[in-house]
């Protein structure tokens, strides 16, 4: 989605998507040196505001989506995600209109005593 800057609306539903294919390989170039470094798949997306990526095998919540500011809706209903790490998803909140996360199988531990403050 490099050059799709403009977008506002992505559906990418059962798909069969992990964790790992959300993330891409950036190389960065300069007159002396290249490196590289892992990023989003949706890093350059900052119009994006509606995401709905349900129905797939998602395990993360939140990582791949944190740096995205203008993001309204999100959808990740039915993935296998069983525990949100409160540094990614307060990231995304502040913004968020909708967050949909039904039919995850969450961890009811202690792991998980912050999730019903949010």
């Not at 993935?79 to 909140?93: D, F, G, R």
């Not at 909708?98 to 005593?113: I, Q, V």
């Amino acid at each position: 989605f490099h050059f799709q800057t403009n977008i506002r609306s992505m559906k990418l539903t059962e798909n069969a998507l992990s964790d790992s294919s959300l993330k891409i390989l950036v190389h960065n170039h300069s007159d002396s040196s290249t490196h590289s470094e892992e990023a989003s798949v949706f890093h350059n997306l900052a119009s994006l505001k509606s995401l709905d990526i349900s129905h797939n095998k998602l395990q993360l919540c939140c990582e791949a989506y944190s740096e995205q500011t203008n993001l309204q809706y999100l959808d990740l209903q039915s993935n296998a995600i069983s525990y949100l790490e409160s540094e990614n998803v307060t990231k995304i909140l502040s913004n968020l209109d909708e967050l949909r996360l039904g039919g995850n199988p969450f961890d009811c531990s202690c792991r998980a005593r912050k999730f019903p403050s949010w």
